[in-house]
């Protein structure tokens, strides 16, 4: 997404990289959000499926603060098992960070 948002010279869309999960990071993350006060929506991306990766473990510790997810669809499986798809599915990923409306 970094590359993508240099590559594009976007500026509309913060970005911020939690590198640690456990004990979750509330107060600062929270000190970190406050500095976009116009942001217009929380969006956490993930580039595992909807039950896999952090993001039901985000719903648990970070109530209160309503968020949309980005990720790809649920399933049985973390990897689609082709390059092929695993690469489009990516692509829309990252498409919908920075143009969900389309």
Known sequence: MLEYREKEKMNNVALIRIEQLYPFPLNQI????????????????????????????LLRVWKGTKWNLISRPESASPATGSHVQHEKEQHEIVRKVFAPNI
């Open 30 to 57: 929270n000190e970190v959000i406050k500095q976009y006060p116009n942001a217009k929506e929380n969006i956490w991306v993930q580039e595992e499926p909807e039950n896999m990766g952090a993001w039901s473990y």
